[in-house]
T-cell receptor
Framework: DQQVKQNSPSLSVQEGRISILNCDYTNSMFDYFLWYKKYPAEGPTFLISISSIKDKNEDGRFTVFLNKSAKHLSLHIVPSQPGDSAVYFCAASDSNFGNEKLTFGTGTRLTIIP | DAGVIQSPRHEVTEMGQEVTLRCKPISGHDYLFWYRQTMMRGLELLIYFNNNVPIDDSGMPEDRFSAKMPNASFSTLKIQPSEPRDSAVYFC???????????????FGPGTRLLVL
């Protein structure tokens, strides 16, 4: 049973436009959410995170939005650049002390078209 | 720090052979995770350790898979015997215990690409 779902396997966006990647979760115990970025032949690298006490977190061109009632989060990249082409994984955790386990989605492959 | 180190980076073997994947976590990290990435299931957690002790191995697919962490700086994931369906990229990640109520970030190694013929 997929507790974290990324329903779009792929997304293509024109350079300079906004990229929006979506993620849904089912486990109401999740209270910390992360986005990872993965280039081919490399391991995933941390991009941005958000705690459930917030509904938005921004870091440069990257913004993550959290809608707890809908159990939905999204990653906005603006403006999109060719170097943003990668696979993006959404991940979630129940951050109670001692539980450091992350549950990942299946990933969305983002392609930025020059 | 050099980050999480995994070896080998690529492994090609024949069905039935034993495969051993290795991981060196970031120094000072007390959690170590083994993941498998496939197209169908994305990143699946296989097992994780805290202070060298296995905490959750519910993701280990079969008894053919085993993992050990003999000390804080080394872990192995072994598949014996290997099968073609084990072909995937295997990642190791590490992190350190966070403060209650705050999340933690896991740091991943470059992965081992395994092909079982």
């Amino acid at each position: 049973d997929q507790q974290v779902k990324q329903n779009s396997p792929s997304l293509s966006v024109q350079e300079g436009r906004i990229s929006i990647l979506n993620c849904d979760y089912t486990n109401s115990m999740f209270d910390y959410f992360l986005w990872y970025k993965k280039y081919p032949a490399e391991g995933p690298t941390f991009l941005i995170s958000i705690s459930s006490i917030k509904d938005k977190n921004e870091d440069g061109r990257f913004t993550v939005f959290l809608n707890k009632s809908a159990k939905h989060l999204s990653l906005h990249i603006v403006p999109s650049q060719p170097g943003d082409s990668a696979v993006y994984f959404c991940a979630a955790s129940d951050s109670n002390f001692g539980n450091e386990k992350l549950t990942f989605g299946t990933g969305t492959r983002l392609t930025i078209i020059p | 720090d050099a980050g999480v180190i995994q070896s080998p980076r690529h492994e090609v073997t024949e069905m039935g052979q034993e495969v051993t994947l290795r991981c060196k976590p970031i120094s000072g990290h007390d959690y170590l995770f083994w993941y498998r990435q496939t197209m169908m299931r994305g990143l699946e957690l296989l097992i994780y350790f805290n202070n060298n002790v296995p905490i959750d191995d519910s993701g280990m697919p079969e008894d053919r898979f085993s993992a050990k962490m003999p000390n804080a700086s080394f872990s192995t994931l072994k598949i014996q015997p290997s099968e073609p369906r084990d072909s995937a990229v295997y990642f190791c990640a590490s992190t350190q215990r966070g403060v209650s109520g705050t999340g933690v970030t896991q740091y991943f190694g470059p992965g081992t690409r395994l092909l079982v013929l």
